[in-house]
């Protein structure tokens, strides 16, 4: 048996209204963040602080997407990012109506992208700002550019892939599934890779009988448990190993890693390990 079918997979479905809340939500969100964008790196002459700026617009983009993509119900990981990637581009293309208009002091809303292109060819002639007396032009710049619409297409992908995860959904009932993340310490368990394998062939008793007693309190478990808020025929566990180091200053940093994520495990069970968090907590 593939151990992939022990866990919660998307179904690939996509709503119809999820696509157009994508559509109409996200590209106004995207006119408005380039909007934003356009104006913050035209009025701010700090270099480094407008690499930032086109961080956050990207981040931004990617996570109005992935918002609407949830709240449209949409089950397909690969629509989502689609969306995501399309949106960032015209996220770019909105952002380059805004900056010219705020450039040419409010006189020529340039929406056609030829016209677009004609425009950034005659600034890129002489260059708009300079870092320590280099002004770029000509390839340079349009390298400069070209660099700026790969960083906002590459954080819209990251940040809709995060902000869509991998929640699941009840196809029964078409609702997200809800996660009850207990901050409840349990023991390590050692062997990982044998506690994987246990919990892939259905024995969850390494878990049932996990001890509130932590020997190393720099190393432990959690469990999170996820199950359809309505039908609770669905239900997924989730166990994190959790682990703190501390670093030369001192400060203690804290790691978590899923040593399993959305296994799909009986009502039953749910409710004995429900029952076990809220009698340790
Ligand atoms: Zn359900």
Not at 32 to 40: K, M, Q
Not at 85 to 111: M, N
Not at 177 to 191: G, L
Request: net charge negative.
């Amino acid at each position: 048996m593939n151990s992939s079918q022990n866990y919660y997979t998307h179904s690939g479905g996509i709503n119809p209204l999820g696509i157009i809340y994508s559509i109409v939500l996200g590209g106004l969100a995207c006119l408005l963040l380039a909007i934003i964008y356009a104006y913050a790196t035209f009025y701010v002459p700090f270099i480094y602080l407008n690499i930032i700026f086109t961080i956050i617009f990207g981040a931004a983009v990617g996570m109005a997407i992935g918002l609407c993509a949830n709240w449209g119900k949409i089950r397909n990981n690969k629509a989502t990012i689609t969306l995501a990637v399309i949106f960032a581009v015209i996220a770019v293309y909105f952002s380059w109506v805004a900056w010219l208009f705020a450039y040419t002091d409010s006189e020529y809303l340039i929406l056609s992208p030829l016209d677009q292109w004609q425009a950034m060819q005659m600034i890129a002639i002489d260059g708009v700002w300079g870092i320590r007396n280099i002004t770029p032009t000509g390839i340079a710049l349009y390298l400069i550019w070209l660099a700026e619409a790969a960083i906002v297409i590459a954080a819209s992908y990251y940040l809709c892939l995060w902000a869509t995860g991998d929640v699941p959904f009840c196809e029964r009932c078409h609702k997200w599934a809800k996660t009850s993340n207990s901050d409840q310490k349990f023991a390590d368990i050692p062997n990982k890779k044998h506690l994987i394998k246990q919990l892939e062939n259905g024995d969850l008793s390494a878990i049932k009988n996990l001890s509130t007693e932590i020997e190393d309190p720099s190393a432990y478990t959690q469990i999170g448990l996820t199950k359809c808020p309505s039908c609770s025929q669905d239900s997924y566990l989730t166990v994190k190993y959790c682990s703190i180091t501390t670093d030369k200053d001192g400060k203690d940093n804290l790691s978590a890693l899923n040593i399993v994520e959305n296994l799909i495990i009986s009502s039953a069970d749910h409710r004995e390990l429900e029952q076990k968090i809220n009698a340790a907590t």
